[in-house]
């Protein structure tokens, strides 16, 4: 990972404040084709009452729109908190080529916290790294879940 990397966490992490302003979970993502953002999203499921409004999923939808197919075997993904199994089931169906993520999840995270779906033998398996700028990711869940309490 390298400052590249990093400036666009960033930016994934300036969506994850967005959803917190909006008393969402604060998780940020976006999906880059080369150095261009290709679309960005947070978590909307309090917003939209749906489970389905994670952040990653509303990244991938708007990306596919934008570029005219469901493939983004071009594309990288950058999430703050590490894909839960819906999550990674969509990065896997929409054979994003590299997964990089902010804070690792003990409770719900696919990428090697609970299982590691992307070990397993479906017919895609994104390069993954895990950690970029995952104390500031989880600072932000943190104070989110302390001020709900």
Same mark, same amino acid.
């Given at each position: 990972?390298?400052a590249r990397?990093? *400036?666009l966490?960033r930016?994934?992490l300036?969506?994850?404040? +967005?959803?917190?302003?909006e008393g969402e979970?604060?998780v940020?993502?976006?999906?880059?084709?080369?150095d261009?953002v290709?679309? #960005?999203?947070?978590?909307?499921?309090?917003?939209?009452k749906?489970? %389905?409004d994670?952040?990653e999923?509303?990244?991938?939808?708007?990306?596919?729109e934008q %570029?005219?197919?469901?493939?983004?075997?071009?594309?990288?993904?950058?999430?703050?908190?590490?894909p839960c199994p819906?999550c990674?089931g969509?990065v896997i169906?929409a054979?994003?080529? *590299? %997964?990089?993520?902010?804070?690792s999840?003990?409770?719900?995270?696919?990428?090697? #916290?609970?299982?590691?779906?992307f070990?397993?033998?479906f017919?895609?398996?994104? +390069?993954?790294?895990?950690g %970029?700028?995952?104390?500031?990711?989880a600072?932000?869940?943190r104070a989110?879940f302390k001020?709900?309490?």
């Open positions: 990972m390298d990397d990093e *400036r966490m930016l994934a300036e969506e994850a404040r +967005q959803a917190m302003k979970v604060p940020g993502a976006l999906i880059v084709r080369g261009e290709i679309s #960005s999203a947070h978590n909307l499921r309090e917003t939209r749906t489970a %389905l994670h952040a999923c509303a990244a991938i939808r708007e990306a596919c %570029l005219g197919g469901w493939r983004l075997h071009e594309c990288e993904l950058f999430v703050t908190l590490e819906m990674a969509a169906n054979r994003i080529r *590299r %997964l990089v993520y902010g804070a999840d003990p409770k719900a995270g696919c990428c090697g #916290s609970v299982t590691d779906l070990s397993l033998p017919n895609h398996h994104p +390069q993954v790294e895990g %970029l700028l995952a104390e500031e990711s600072a932000l869940l989110f001020a709900r309490r």
